[in-house]
């Protein structure tokens, strides 16, 4: 064990140490540097990463201590690394993932006129912070690294800082993240005024003792545990991008392919999935924060897939599946599924970032074009691109025998088997959305790849990839193939409680695990169906009829409309929120600040400024003078003192 705690550190440190070498090195020692430090460093992390997760599944999980942090009165929290099953899958799963995402921006920012050292640094740090969020002990750590993630995404979507549209969503992303984050950090401070500590297994212990302690809120009391339960998926759903907090998503599109790939597929969007997973034996006594889960979940998946139905651009139509499918592991989330839905985070990671990157390889074919509407004919131009993109839809779209096929069934299975009318819910919606997701992962399909080019320029400039970016494309294709098939029996088939080793908790009368395997076999076919129905619906839309979606549009206009700008979620919130508090700030600085403060009378600002300049005569520099007035401060005290005790 030993042995593994050890490479495990090691898995966790170097990440930090390329970013640091990169960031602080590379601009003397040149972006090749940087490079090869960043991607030599995540390389041997990866190594370990994976040595690591070996190493606990034979001897279990133990805390490595690192040093002491914080030290406040009663208030204790060290920097430790958590090395159990589930940090150790998730720690091994970020490492792959974030490898092969940097080999493939060596060739994809090749030419790119910004300073490379600084992208490879922003890269590992993001890196970095995810992996201080998974292995940590406590929330304090956890909240660490889930602000470094936020920290990091900021910087490497607004990575472009000179175009207006990428520090916009950069902004974007971290103010609404940051909302989602009060709700968290009151939960935090909750937990640490109920329980008197922010220890995973502190807290875990003192659940029994808390179960009938009840919280007044707006007159009526409410369990403890459903109150903190609720706010801290409060905050999940803003990391994870979930319903009323999705806004922030598609807009990160803006940062390089590279980052959409690593941000929507192995950090940050799952940090929330990986939040309620740890904190599975506080949920389990919180079964209305359940059911709201399933609600936020299930509603998600079904909104993000009917809105990237329409999308014109590739990178924006595979971001709202990234949503869509974070909704499908919340939903698992809230029926006690935990397994199912890191099952379902884990293979999401493979080809989720293999359709990234095959973006990206498409977008680096045509000349950095993303319209898909500009595009067509590609696959005998770049045929290996083609091929892989082929493999990632087909996960995606959960078809037998690729990765999506068993996590996602999993999931729906155990929404049906839960037996519940939310859960019912989960399962209707995450079903009508597996014919949705089919529908528009083909229709990116036929649109790129098949009928006539429609821009014959961009069909003629076309061309294949470097291998640099093609490697990491087959790699993440094996995982697209066969994780699915290989990690169900440890994840949630027969070998799941000996692999778990109770890092993720279900109560005694969670019997889900064993329930979802048997329900009624329509039940369990009709995904699979769902999506063999969608891809032939996309063929006939847009290969044997393709004047149909244009018609479609225009006959049902309202309806596009309504898809096409995202529900209005945006145009909502720019009406109830953005428009005011512009309004309220214009005011106080027109009509409070020039219109009363500076032209009163007697303006404030010239006041201060008076009293300023009389403050600054009396520094003269006099030693004298600095006594004295010392002398009159310390007579004034002790006069104080004396007649006020």
Known sequence: MQAALFLFAIAVLLPLAGAALAGLAGRKLGDGFAQVVTVLCMGVAAFCGIGALIGTMDHGGSVLTLARWVDAGSFHAAWSL???????????????VSLLVHIYSLGYMAHDAMP????????????????????????????FGWEGVGLASYLLIGYWYDRPSATSAAIKAFVVNRVADLFFLVGIGLLWVVFGTVSYDRIFSLIPDQLQTGYTLFGSTHSVIEVIATLLFIGAMGKSAQLFLHTWLPDAMEGPTPVSALIHAATMVTAG????????????????????VVLIGGTTCFFAATVGMVQPDIKRTIAYSTCSQLGYMFVAIGVGAYQAGVFHLTTHAFFKALLFLGAGSVIHAVHDEQDMFR?????????????????????????????????????????????????????????????ITAFYSWRLIFLVFHGKPRDQHLNDGAHESPPVMMGPLFLLSIGAVFAGVLLAPFYVGSHHEAFWQGAIFNAPGNTIMERFEHVPMLVSLAPGIAGIVGIFAAWFAYIARPELPGNMARSMRPLYLFLLNKWYFDELYD????????????????EVDEGAIEKMPLSAARVTMAAAGQAARTQTGSIAIYAFSTLIGLVLLVTAVVFLA
């Open 575 to 590: 009406v109830i929120f953005v428009r005011p508090y512009r309004a309220f700030a214009r005011f106080l600085w027109r």
């Open 375 to 435: 595009m067509g004919g590609l696959w005998k131009k770049i045929p290996m691109t083609y091929a892989v993109m082929w493999i990632g839809s087909l996960a995606l779209a959960g078809v037998f025998p690729f990765a999506g096929y068993w996590s996602k069934d999993a999931i729906l299975n155990a929404a049906w088997a839960s037996g519940s009318g939310i859960g019912a819910y989960g399962w209707v919606l995450g079903t009508l959305t597996a014919f």
């Open 116 to 143: 490379r050292y600084r992208f490879f640094s922003y890269l590992s740090l993001f890196t970095f912070a995810m992996l201080m969020l998974v292995t940590s002990n406590d929330l304090i750590q956890l909240f």
């Open 273 to 292: 999935v990986f939040l309620m997973a740890r904190m599975s034996p506080l949920l389990e006594f919180a079964p209305l924060t359940r059911e709201f």
């Open 82 to 96: 958590r090395c159990d099953t589930l940090s150790v899958t998730m720690v091994a799963m970020v490492l792959t």
